[in-house]
């Protein structure tokens, strides 16, 4: 199985802020990496697919890139909604994987 | 507007089965790929498995592929996922999710249900 390694597992940041989490693959997964956020007692949402196609609805502030096995979601001015558990998963090949996961706090 | 609407929560002793499903309503709910997701507590997300639109085909993680089943019925909208043999460490809250369109949005997960928690204890 595709192994996925987020990092960091956890940061503090202010409103306004711009941030980015990467999330790193064992093996070259074509690009077929999603985004999702989760809030306490939540289901997670989808926010990003083939690394860098937004899902509708999301704001714009929201932006993925990478290439290979090194990908990265970017959130450009945080707002207060922002702050939740973020998820890469690939969906490239079986068994789909997901990351352990990046919490973001507010500083 | 796509709704996946979930079973109830559930409580299980050790060794037991439990079947949770998921009801589909407002798209075309034979056209696409489910899965199931699930959330072990303060954890993150575990993929299980998946089926196709026709219900005919199954794809699970090796860990689970002994000891569960999805499937379908396309006459109500509903998928269903059993899961056998319970431990203690199967306590989890379990999603069905949609699989996303087109070449590539295909094995992202666009729709979720609710969550439905399982509780293995004795």
């Known amino acids: 199985a595709i192994r996925l390694t987020q990092s960091p597992s956890s940061f503090s940041a202010s409103p306004g802020d711009r941030v980015t989490i990467t999330c790193r693959a064992s093996h070259g997964i074509n690009n077929y990496l999603a985004w999702y956020q989760q809030k306490p007692e939540k289901a997670p949402k989808l926010l990003i697919y083939?690394?860098?196609t937004l899902q509708s609805g999301v704001p714009s502030r929201f932006s993925g890139s990478g290439s290979g096995t090194d990908f990265t979601l970017t959130i450009s001015y945080l707002q207060s909604e922002d702050f939740a558990t973020y998820y890469c998963?690939?969906?490239?090949?079986?068994?789909?994987?997901f990351g352990q996961g990046t919490k973001l706090e507010i500083k | 507007q796509v709704q996946l609407v979930q079973s109830g929560a559930e409580v299980k002793t050790p060794g037991a089965s439990v079947k949770v499903s998921c009801k589909a309503s407002g798209d075309t709910f034979n056209t696409y790929y489910m899965h199931w997701v699930r959330q072990a507590p303060g954890q993150g997300l575990e993929w299980m498995g998946i089926?196709?639109?026709?219900?005919?085909?199954?794809v699970y993680a090796q860990e689970f592929q002994a000891r569960v089943t999805v499937t379908r019925d396309t006459s109500t909208n509903t998928v269903y996922i059993e899961l056998s043999s319970l431990t203690s460490e199967d306590t989890a809250v379990y999603y069905c999710?949609?699989?996303?369109?087109?070449?590539?949005?295909?094995?992202?997960?666009?729709?979720w249900g609710q969550g439905t928690p399982v509780t293995v204890s004795s």
């Open positions: 089926i196709t639109p026709s219900g005919y085909d199954t």
């Open positions: 998963q690939q969906h490239f090949s079986y068994p789909y994987t």
């Open positions: 083939a690394t860098s």
């Open positions: 999710a949609r699989g996303g369109t087109g070449t590539a949005a295909a094995g992202s997960l666009d729709y």
